[in-house]
């Protein structure tokens, strides 16, 4: 476990983690009311909570699979980053890609949020990378097997 530091600007106890198990918590809409998301409607939705990641550190915003499967609501830059030196509100950028309006209502869980570990990019300049078997061959280059 690591210590975040945080700033619970919203109605709503802290996210937990709901199994020994779970890789993330759940994070919650604070609205006033409850918001409508057309489809194909995406809206920044407001957590409450604003957190201190240490250095090498980031948070990961992801989609609820239940909101995904069952209603077809996303969050459309999935994985969101946050990172080590924001201190603003985490967001969520909701979409909606039903072909149904979806109702968010205050306090509903809309997000996943995943502590995850990173090291940043010193860049080397070589002319010659190494070659590999794949070479440059991309997209689906590899087969469905």
Known sequence: MIEVSVQNDSPYELPAYATTGSAGVDLKAVLDRPLVLNPLERKIIGTGLKIALPIGYEAQVRPRSGLAAKHGISVLNSPGTIDAD?????????????????????????????????????????????STARGSNGFGSTGKT
């Open 86 to 130: 924001y201190r603003g509100e985490v967001g969520v950028i909701l979409i909606n890609l039903s072909n149904d309006a979806f109702t968010i209502n205050p306090g509903e869980r809309i997000a996943q949020l995943v502590l995850a570990k990173h090291e940043q990019i010193q860049w080397k300049i070589d002319k010659n990378l190494s």
